[in-house]
Structure formats: C-alpha cells, structure tokens
C-alpha cells in the first residue's frame, strides 16, 4: 500500500467509506477521526471478548471462594474437592492445542460463544448435581469451556488493534479476566450463602447463555476496514480458515511449535510463575488462610480480592518496564517473581505461628506477580515462532501452568487425606503446611528450565 500515509496504526486508503468529503477542515484531520472510531470499535470487539473472560474467570475460580461449603453440600473429601478443580484443568490444558487449530477454522467469534454456552452448561449441571460424580461432570465442562476463550480474545484483539498496541491489551487481557475472581469472592459466594446452591450457580449458567448471545450478535473477527483477510496495516491476523483439514494442520502446527526452543522457553516460564497464586485463587486459598492464619472468612477473602487488584497493578508496572528493557528486564522479572514467591512462602509455611496482617498483603502481593510474568511465556511464544502458528504456540505455551496448576491441587488433597484431614473440620495448621510444601519442585524445575532455554529464545528473537 505504497503512497498511503499511516496515523494511529490506520492508512489513509482504508478510509474509503466517505469520510474524507469537501468541506471538511483537512484529509489529517479525517484521517485521525477514522483512526479514533477504528479504535472505539477495536475496544467495543475486545470488551465483548473481555466479558466473555471475566465469566470464564469467574467459573473457573467458583470452587475457591465456597470450598467448605461445596465439602459439605457434596460430602466430599478433601481429595474428592481437588479432583473437581483437578479435572477442569487438566479439560483445560488439553484442549489448548486443539482450541487454537478450532480458533483458525471457525474464529473468534464462535469459539468465544461456544465457550460462553459450555460453561453455562458445567454451571447448571452442577446446580442440580445430586452427587460428586454429576458435579465432577459438571466441573469438566466448565474446564471445556474456559479453555475455548482465552486465546480467541487474545487473537481478536490481535486483528483490531494496532501492533504496537498489543503488549498493553494482552496484559490488560490476562489481568483484567482477574475481576472474575472477584466476583466468584464477593456477589457469587454471597449469593450462595443467601440464596442457596442451586440459585447461585443457575445464576451465572443464565449470565453465560446471555453473554453467548451478545457475542455472537456482536463480534466481528475482523476489523471492517481490513481490505482483505490476513495480515493487513492494522496488524490483524489472519483468521481465515485453514485448507488442509483440522487435524493435518494441527499435526503439523504442533510439531512446528515443539521444534522452537523459544515454545519451551514460554512452556517453563508459565508453569513456574502462575501456579502457586491459581492453586489458591482456584481452591486452597480460603481453607489455607482460616486453618494457618486463623483469619475469619471476610479476611481471607478481602486477601484474595487485594491479589486481584495488585495483578493489575503489577501488569501495568512490569508491561511498561519490560516494553523499555525487553529482553533482559522481561527476564530478571521472571527470576524475581519466582524466588520471591519461593521466599514468602518459606517464611509462611516455617513460621511458628499466624503471620500478622501485613505480611499476608506482603505475601499476596508478591503471589500477585506471578500472572503478569506468566503472560510474558505468550511473548516468548509470540517472538520464536511463525505467524502462522501462532495459535498452536500459544495454546501449547498456555498449557503449562494449568497443568502444574492441576498436578499441585491434586497433591495437595492427596496429601492432606493421608494425613487424615479429609474434611475441613479435621484440617490443621501442621498438616496444610506440609502439604502445600509441594510446590518447590515445581519451581525449581521450571526455573532451571528456563534458564536453559532463554539464551536460545533470546538468538531465535533477535533473527526474526
């Protein structure tokens, strides 16, 4: 598009819809007006993207905020409660790869919608679950659809906003899908306590049908003024269908994807820096902090909406400094993130007793960083791999910390039964610490591996 003068991430040859007419001050001015409305409409596609998220968000963290309650409305064990968190990652991280070969076949759009409707689905079954084998089959479907949503917002936001926009949106993306945990903390959970059970999940099975259908109305996949599909000059994606068929092309993605070391450089980065805070967002964080810090519900959940709001914080800090320090800032923010978590925890866990208030915001302050570095694992992925498989490498890259997230859940029941805490009445300060202790190989394994494979991603990078 030779001749054509760019402002805002917009040429002036995409302006063609009668914008630039006589009378009108001069063609700048008309240029910079399109460029405002073409990013009024790539915000209006990412909210209705985003609303989608935040639901998922708040499906997935369901479980968290009422895990005594779901102990005793289920008569589960504390190895039966993990399994429900357990199966709906490990659905989750699963379906990563095949969702990103469904994103570039069917689009966004659909896939955004889709995932909307299963986990309205998950919801209302385990409104009616009569046991804990219906719920697990509830839970699963959740997992279904949560991992059918996050890539496809990632991808449309890619199509309708301008490249050097994208750093930003995909933090702001990861970070503010953190409000539905917020939610699942304070309206969900006090709705269940309110209303009951059933009333408090067919509520958000209602919210997902009808987000569903706001999306599908809509979305659009791609930007109207894109001239044609693929990659255009406002840096959309291409999402056209792929012509091979679904599994050939996914076979060929994924073995394309596991040849770059920068997919496992991504791969160690999100299954080290994320699962420590999702293990307790997702279930342990409430029991955790009523039997070892003797805080009362309302502290133990005002701790995690506080973690909530420091992600976003920690994403705008550490997105503007590793934007100005690439390549070395991006890592020392990984390595930090990691041995603090390390650090506060082992403070935590040999303590002889509760931790003071402030050190319980201290610590989840630091937990709190873990999700903006983990979003670095998609820059990673983003830099060493082609474009047209990049939403295998995502999905590969974005598997990681829900599988760490699964394996750490499920041992940490595991764990507690055998030391006979079965249920939460029987839960003790001893046995909860030694049962999170689990987690230290976990990030010991992945930060060596990432120090291993980023001198690689970091040559892969700079050739591309």
Known sequence: MSGETTRGGVTSGELRSGELRSGEATSDEAIRGGARKHLRAAYCMWGLGMAGYIFAVTCRSSFSAIATDAAVHLNASSAALSSFVYLQLCVYAVMQIPAGALLDRFGARKLIAAGCLSLALGQGMLAFAPGIAAAV????????????????????????????????????????????????????AGLLHVAGWRAAFLSLSGIGVLIAAMVRLGVRDEPYWTPARGAGASGALDTAPARASLWSGMRRGVAQVLRSAGTWCAFCVHGCTWFSANTLYLLWGVPFLETVEGVDYGTASGLLAFAMVMNVVWALTLGRFTSVHPVRGRAGAIVLSVTAQMVVWTIVLCAPGPMP?????????????????????????????????????????????FIVSAIVLALIGVLLDAQGATTPALYTPHAMRLAMAVQYPFWIAGLVGFLVTVPRAWRLASRS
């Open 137 to 188: 089959t509830g839970r699963a479907i959740v997992g279904l659809g949560d991992s059918l949503i996050f890539i496809p917002v990632v991808r449309l936001a890619a199509s309708w906003f301008p490249v050097r926009r994208l750093p930003l949106i995909n933090q702001l993306t990861g970070q503010i899908g953190g409000v539905g945990q917020i939610i699942s903390v304070y309206p969900f």
């Open 357 to 401: 208030v402030w050190f319980l915001v201290a610590f989840f302050a630091v937990l709190a960083t873990g999700a903006p570095c983990a979003n670095m694992a998609l820059d990673y992925a983003r830099e060493t791999n082609a474009p047209q498989v990049m939403g295998t490498a995502t999905g590969f890259s974005n598997t990681a910390g």
